[in-house]
């Protein structure tokens, strides 16, 4: 809801959310270029668990590094959660849903064509 003591951010959902941003934007790609898909550490260092679905692996165990990209992703997560207000990030992210440039016109092109001429603007348009 965007209220929180500022003595105690919502550190950990920035984190979260930042580690999500990256692997959205970042192609699989990139990631085989920089990080290796071998485990992090041995498998005697690792703790082991049983099988998923068993329910009687430790929680724990879900959060121990398996691959370099994690310890990255996380390092990642934990710099923007310190950095970041957590306030301007749900703006932030609420404009962005929001934003149709196509609105009140009869369409998207017309709805460009509104944007004074001269005005510094950077428009990408995202297929999916």
């Not at 692997?23 to 049983?50: G, L, Q, V």
């Not at 950095?83 to 609105?103: E, I, Q, T, V």
């Not at 001269?118 to 990408?124: F, Q, R």
């Amino acid at each position: 809801d965007g209220h929180y003591d500022p003595e105690k951010p919502p550190e950990h959902g920035l984190s979260v959310a930042r580690e999500l941003g990256m692997i959205c934007y970042r192609s699989r790609r990139e990631f085989d270029a920089r990080f290796s898909w071998d485990h992090a550490k041995s498998r005697a260092e690792r703790r082991t668990t049983p099988p998923c679905g068993s329910g009687t692996a430790s929680s724990d165990w879900a959060h121990k590094v398996s691959f370099e990209v994690e310890s990255y992703l996380a390092a990642q997560g934990k710099k923007f959660g310190k950095k970041f207000d957590a306030n301007a990030y749900l703006l932030l992210s609420k404009c962005m849903d929001l934003m149709d440039l196509g609105h009140g016109s009869a369409s998207y092109e017309e709805g460009v064509l509104r944007i004074p001429k001269g005005l510094p603007l950077l428009v990408m348009p995202v297929t999916t």
